[in-house]
Structure formats: C-alpha cells, structure tokens
C-alpha cells in the first residue's frame, strides 16, 4: 500500500470555521490531488499539485484552498466552512503523469453542522 | 465533453454468482487511460486495474476480468463466482492524456448475499 495518511480522519466543525486537512505521503510522489465524495457524484477534484508551491483549481475548487510546502505534505484548507462542504475527502497521489495511477489515502470525515 | 457513466446504481447477487458492472465513457482523446477502484464498507479507495487506450487486451486476474472495448467507449468489469467480501462500490475512471485529472463515474454498489 502507497504510504499516505490523512489527518483528521473525523471531523466536527460549525458553519463559519476555518478547517484544514493534511495529506502526507513518504512516496516522494510527485502529484497530489484532492477529492471529494459525495453521493450520487463519484470523486470529484477539488485542487491537484504537480509539485512543490505548484498546484492548480480542479472541477468544485470555490471555497478551499491548497497549499504545498514540502513533497510529502499537501494541506486542504476550508476557508468558511458551510453545511454543502460536509463530505468525506481523500487525498491522492501519483508519481508522473505518464504512467499516473493515482493511490488514495483513507480519507477524512468531516461534518460541518 | 468527457465523461463516464455507470449505469447501474446498484446491483444485488447471490454468492458465487457471476456479475458485470458497466462502464461507458465519452471522451474526444485517442490516447487516455481507464481505471477502476473498489471502496470496500471500511471506506477506502483501492486501485485494482489501469488500460491505456492503445491496449485492448482483455485482462483477466483470479475471478476478476475486465472487457475493454474501444467501439462501443466501454470498460466492463466481471466478478466470477461473487463473494461476500466482493461487497463495494466500484468506481470506473478516465484520465485524458495530457491532463492530471481523472473523472470519475458515480459508482455502482454491489451486494454479495450470502
């Protein structure tokens, strides 16, 4: 299994708060992406990196933000949270974009109420 | 446009029972690759097959197959002999060359009835 980890893995917040997901990795893959998923939408991408300080909007990306310090770290941040963003996020990441299959952490629950 | 649609919301057998989930995909690319992954109740995403369009061998793995088929923009996935623990949603993907970005099917949940 890729070696990535999500942190929180649940999540409790109220409307207005501003949260922030960490995914970190120990594959020093150079892509990361976030996702979310929601039922009856599948996984839709929320932002990607294509390295570090490089990162770019996906398909849902108003009202987060991402950030990229380090390879290993890839850090989602709910700017104000609302009740549409409650869903379950994963982080993924693939090595180049040639031969990408993309490996998923186990993702974070979060509920904003 | 590029999209991909699985059909079926959710499918219920009985063990050793053979199904095939459906994948059709649109996409304008000639060169793209297709993905699937189960999400077991635990939650997590598990890759289990990548196809490049080029490569339209059929792939076979234990009891699990898949049925790739250019004409028809599809990507079929069969479970011989299901099992209880084939239990999940699985989630057919497309990744146009030259993007990052995959799209994702909204998933079809099997249940495996002992």
């Known amino acids: 299994d890729a070696g990535i980890t999500q942190s929180p893995r649940h999540k409790v917040t109220e409307t207005g708060t501003p949260v922030t997901l960490r995914c970190h990795q120990t594959?020093?893959?150079?892509?990361m992406y976030w996702y979310r998923q929601d039922p009856g939408h599948g996984l839709r991408l929320i932002h990607y990196?294509?390295?570090?300080?490089?990162?770019d909007k996906g398909e849902v990306s108003d009202g987060y933000s991402v950030s990229r310090s380090k390879t290993e770290d890839f850090l989602l941040t709910l700017e104000s949270a609302t009740s549409s963003q409650t869903s379950v996020y994963f982080c993924?990441?693939?090595?180049?974009?040639?031969?990408?299959?993309?490996?998923f952490g186990p993702g974070t629950r979060l509920l904003v109420l | 446009a590029q999209k991909v649609t699985q059909a079926q919301t959710e499918i219920s057998v009985v063990e050793k029972e053979d199904v095939t989930l459906d994948c059709v995909y649109e996409?304008?690319?000639?060169?793209?690759?297709l993905f699937w992954y189960k999400q077991p109740p635990s939650g997590e995403l598990v890759f289990l097959i990548r196809r490049n369009s080029f490569d339209e061998q059929n792939e076979i793995s234990g009891r699990y197959s898949w049925n790739f088929q250019k004409s028809t923009s599809s990507f079929n996935f069969t479970i011989t002999a299901s099992q209880v623990v084939d239990s999940a949603v699985y989630f057919c993907?497309?990744?146009?060359?030259?993007?990052?970005?995959?799209?994702f099917g909204t998933g079809t949940r099997l249940k495996v009835l002992a």
């Open positions: 993907a497309l990744r146009p060359s030259g993007t990052y970005k995959y799209i």
């Open positions: 594959e020093n893959h150079r892509y």
């Open positions: 996409t304008r690319d000639t060169t793209y690759y």
């Open positions: 990196s294509y390295g570090v300080k490089d990162t």
């Open positions: 993924a990441i693939s090595e180049s974009s040639r031969y990408e299959t993309q490996y």
